[in-house]
T-cell receptor, first 111, second 113 residues
Framework: QQPVQSPQAVILREGEDAVINCSSS?????VHWYRQKHGEAPVFLMI?????EQKGHEKISASFNEKKQQSSLYLTASQLSYSGTYFC????????????FGKGTKLTVNP | DAGVIQSPRHEVTEMGQEVTLRCKPI?????LFWYRQTMMRGLELLIY????????DSGMPEDRFSAKMPNASFSTLKIQPSEPRDSAVYFC???????????FGPGTRLLVL
């Protein structure tokens, strides 16, 4: 089951904040976040394992609510370099390493 | 480390031709994944290997697609015969083990005319 990401696209001015959500209809073991710039490969941002943890990477952080089967990515004081498409990949566990990716959220940060 | 290496980076072929995509995972990684990315369908997992053994090929679209991993440092994805709807970017990714980061290669842009 492909996770659902929202919003599909967001446009920000430099310095503004954004939240990207990722929801699944199935119980999750972990959520992976990636960023892909145009014409490039997806690049890993962070993994969140079940347990409701929150992680941070510079001014980008994320949370994982196991009960609600959703994760949110928080981008604070956005920079031009944050522009790209953000994907969440969900893993159901049970020995499977398979990630199912959402369709992505396109983030554009303007000066 | 050089990262995941894919070849060719670009491939243009005619419908009906055989296409072979190649991937060299990061040394020491024992899981390898093949993905296909299109605007319509996003990033789809085609197949993944663990210790050179195919574990899940449920994403392989049809019998025209096949993948092999003869050793820990090399994998191929073959399409025979190719069709225009196979046009996409094909990514290979590798990781050390379950729940770990997947490192993506630069991708192969395939265009089937």
């Amino acid at each position: 089951q492909q996770p659902v990401q929202s919003p599909q696209a967001v446009i920000l001015r430099e310095g503004e904040d954004a939240v990207i959500n990722c929801s699944s209809s199935k119980a999750l073991y972990s959520v992976h976040w990636y960023r892909q710039k145009h014409g490039e490969a997806p690049v890993f941002l962070m993994i969140l394992l079940k347990g409701g943890e929150q992680k941070g990477h510079e001014k980008i952080s994320a949370s994982f609510n196991e009960k609600k089967q959703q994760s949110s990515l928080y981008l604070t004081a956005s920079q031009l370099s944050y522009s790209g498409t953000y994907f969440c990949g969900t893993e159901r566990g049970g020995g499977s390493e398979k990630l199912v990716f959402g369709k992505g959220t396109k983030l554009t940060v303007n000066p | 480390d050089a990262g995941v290496i894919q070849s060719p980076r670009h491939e243009v072929t005619e419908m009906g031709q055989e296409v072979t995509l190649r991937c060299k995972p990061i040394s020491g990684h024992n899981s390898l994944f093949w993905y296909r990315q299109t605007m319509m369908r996003g990033l789809e997992l085609l197949i993944y290997f663990n210790n050179n053994v195919p574990i899940d090929d449920s994403g392989m679209p049809e019998d025209r697609f096949s993948a092999k991993m003869p050793n820990a440092s090399f994998s191929t994805l073959k399409i025979q015969p190719s069709e225009p709807r196979d046009s996409a970017v094909y990514f290979c990714a590798s990781s050390t083990r379950s729940q770990e980061t997947q490192y993506f290669g630069p991708g192969t842009r395939l265009l089937v005319l």
